[in-house]
């Protein structure tokens, strides 16, 4: 069975940071896409960051190049996600997610094909 736990959520003044974390735990298959993804009240769950599990292949959404940052730690089974220079409009409930998939480029950021989600973790930034 997989699991998936965020933790790392909080709330923050405008330009402040936070990092995420996503733990993970089961067998998803031997080359997987991890992805973070966000969704707002009234909006669609949008993808953030996805990296490669094996390749290490990353990708951003435009909104968040150059302040987030994507990485994970294999032997921890832990994906993590550093913002920096928070905006307002980054307030949101946030996700990882997972899919055996070659390489997240033929994946991400279409939500649908992601399978394994945790719980999510509220950032809340104030102006």
């Known amino acids: 069975q997989v699991r998936m736990v965020e933790s790392g959520g909080g709330s923050v003044q405008a330009g402040g940071s936070l990092r995420l974390s996503c733990e993970a735990s089961?067998?998803?298959?031997?080359?997987?896409?991890m992805g973070w993804f966000r969704q707002s009240p009234g909006k669609e769950r949008e993808g953030v960051a996805a990296?490669?599990?094996?390749?290490?292949?990353?990708y951003y959404a435009d909104s968040v190049k150059g302040r987030f940052t994507i990485s994970q730690d294999n032997a921890k089974s832990t994906l993590y996600l550093q913002m920096n220079s928070l905006k307002s409009g980054d307030t949101a409930m946030y996700y990882c997610?997972?899919?055996?998939?070659?390489?997240?480029?033929?994946?991400?950021?279409?939500?649908?094909?992601?399978?394994?989600w945790g719980q999510g973790t509220q950032v809340t930034v104030s102006s």
């Open positions: 089961g067998y998803v298959g031997s080359s997987v896409c």
């Open positions: 990296k490669h599990a094996t390749s290490g292949g990353t």
């Open positions: 997610g997972a899919v055996a998939s070659v390489s997240c480029g033929w994946v991400w950021p279409r939500v649908d094909v992601f399978g394994y």
